[in-house]
């Protein structure tokens, strides 16, 4: 919950106070005033479990790993195989960049083959607003384990994300919560088809199953259910998937098209 200027803004992040210039209040201060252009929040969130993975994204502003997660967050080690791994996508070159935690708690490059990059290379690249991303966890990481992302809130009237043919992995970029069928695709001018094949889809990955959701476009604006093989489930079942804040998924583009998203909460945070 986020609140300010006497108005509660039902986010899900949590308010840690202003920027340079402002004030800092707790959460269940309201402020009379905004005296900043930042607001600072953070979210704690469930790592996934020893040795198995999950598709998340940073909540805020485009940031460094280290500046959003700091060097306390993850399973660091010397061995690239032994460490917590993140992997990037990268849309322009259909390939994953993949980084390791070293054993200081930074996050480092490393090959397609898993060793580190020699000589070591930090990452230190910003995760833009609308990007996700893969997080490994360690087989030897202890289980049971939290990390907790610091960020200034999205405060742009509108973000844009300009998609073209092939794989991406994207996130609602403002922190609150969204229906699928209420994040502006078939707006956006996203391709939807009768025929599964042709349509623009989505993959949700559970990290409890482990395993994907399927969603395509229809020719009436709406998401469907897919099944695993890429059929429309029969009969037809609307997609009723929420995405919360710090959730990505795979989207796969059949042509281009740039998607607009609107600030959901923005009009709340002014007086």
Known sequence: MLRCSKVVVAVTVTLLGYGAGGRSASAEEPLESVDSVNIVGFQQKALPAPGTVDLVAIPFAASSLHDVFGTHSFFGSATPGGADRLRLWDPGQQRYINVGVGPDGRFYRQTQQGSWVDPAE??????????????????????????????????DEELAYHFFEGVHIVTYPFSSSMPLQDM?????????????????????????????SNFGLAPDGNWYRQTSSGTWVDPAQQATRIFEAGEAFFYFSQGTFTWIIANPYLSALED
Request: charged share 20%; no cysteine; glycine share 14%.
């Open 122 to 155: 930090e990452y230190t690249a910003p995760v833009e607003e609308t990007s996700g991303f893969w997080i490994q966890s360690a087989s030897g990481a202890p289980s049971g384990r939290k990390v907790t992302m610091v960020g200034d809130v999205v405060l």
């Open 184 to 212: 502006g695709f078939s707006e956006s001018g996203a391709t939807g088809s009768a025929t599964p094949g042709g349509a623009d889809r989505i993959r949700v990955w559970d990290r409890d199953s482990q395993s994907y």
